[in-house]
């Protein structure tokens, strides 16, 4: 290699489809159908949970009836009747994606479901450019814990200092900041990251075109 960057990583929503707002959608229909208030803070406290973290939230800070397991699989499934529906591609994904397959080993970091990663990597032809696809299901904490960075880095057999995380929220931006990783921030304007977790990026860039080789590259060089 003639930079330090040995790997990217991705985040999943926000990042290459646009689905926070389906989640939130999805959610706060759950818990208006049982006449549950939604709490102010809610929207930005479930992103990055892991499965796990937010139906247990949806339980016992929203109120949402049942057991967290079976309000989990309940808007899993209707993530996954939306995304069968229409799957929500942000501009430029599939593209930032191959263009740096092209020159680094990826990975994926996303704190939604197994299921959903796999629909969505499929459903966009681009499974094989992964060399690590993980969710937060699969380790104890979701983001912002760094949990899910540290594991994927592992995987790749990269140190995590030599790879690039790509997020758009706060807590993603927050989890691939304390793995130690480079950071580019890529936010989503209707739900913007808070300043103190974008203070964290090395570049903020409005589009995903603007993910370039030499971009990335450059990240390392100047640390």
Same mark, same amino acid.
């Given at each position: 290699?003639?930079?330090?960057? !040995?790997?990217?990583?991705?985040?999943?929503?926000?990042?290459?489809?646009?689905?926070?707002?389906?989640?939130?959608? +999805?959610?706060?229909?759950?818990?208006?159908?049982? /006449?549950?208030?939604?709490? /102010?803070?809610?929207?930005?406290?479930?992103?990055?949970?892991?499965? !796990?973290?937010?139906?247990?939230?949806? #339980?016992?800070? +929203?109120?949402?009836?049942?057991?967290?397991?079976?309000?989990? !699989?309940?808007?899993?499934?209707?993530?996954?009747?939306?995304?069968?529906?229409?799957?929500?591609?942000?501009?430029?994904?599939?593209?930032?994606?191959?263009?740096?397959?092209?020159?680094?080993?990826?990975?994926?970091?996303?704190?939604?479901?197994?299921?959903?990663?796999?629909? #969505?990597?499929?459903? *966009?032809?681009?499974?094989?450019?992964?060399?690590?696809?993980?969710?937060?299901? !699969?380790?104890?904490?979701?983001?912002?814990?760094?949990? +899910?960075?540290?594991?994927?880095?592992?995987?790749?057999?990269?140190?995590?200092?030599?790879? +690039?995380?790509?997020? /758009?929220?706060?807590?993603?931006?927050?989890?691939?900041?304390?793995?130690?990783?480079?950071?580019?921030?890529?936010?989503?304007?209707?739900?913007?990251?808070?300043?103190?977790?974008?203070?964290?990026?090395?570049? #903020?860039?409005?589009?995903?075109? /603007?993910?370039?080789?030499?971009? #990335?590259?450059?990240? *390392?060089?100047?640390?």
């Amino acid at each position: 290699m003639s930079d330090g960057v !040995q790997a990217v990583v991705f985040d999943l929503d926000g990042v290459l489809v646009d689905s926070e707002g389906i989640w939130d959608e +999805v959610r706060r229909g759950l818990a208006a159908e049982h /006449d549950r208030a939604w709490p /102010d803070d809610a929207t930005d406290r479930m992103m990055g949970m892991s499965t !796990q973290e937010w139906s247990t939230y949806l #339980v016992d800070t +929203v109120g949402v009836p049942g057991p967290a397991p079976d309000v989990a !699989q309940t808007v899993i499934a209707r993530m996954a009747d939306r995304y069968r529906e229409h799957l929500p591609l942000l501009p430029g994904a599939v593209e930032a994606v191959r263009r740096l397959a092209q020159r680094w080993p990826l990975g994926l970091a996303s704190s939604s479901p197994r299921r959903l990663i796999d629909a #969505v990597l499929a459903a *966009a032809n681009l499974t094989d450019n992964f060399r690590v696809t993980m969710s937060t299901e !699969q380790v104890e904490e979701g983001k912002p814990s760094p949990l +899910v960075y540290l594991a994927v880095a592992r995987h790749l057999d990269v140190a995590p200092e030599t790879v +690039v995380a790509i997020e /758009d929220s706060s807590n993603g931006l927050r989890s691939a900041s304390g793995a130690g990783m480079h950071l580019i921030a890529v936010p989503r304007p209707a739900f913007p990251p808070a300043p103190d977790a974008l203070s964290l990026a090395d570049a #903020v860039l409005e589009h995903l075109d /603007d993910v370039t080789v030499d971009l #990335v590259a450059s990240l *390392a060089l100047g640390a």
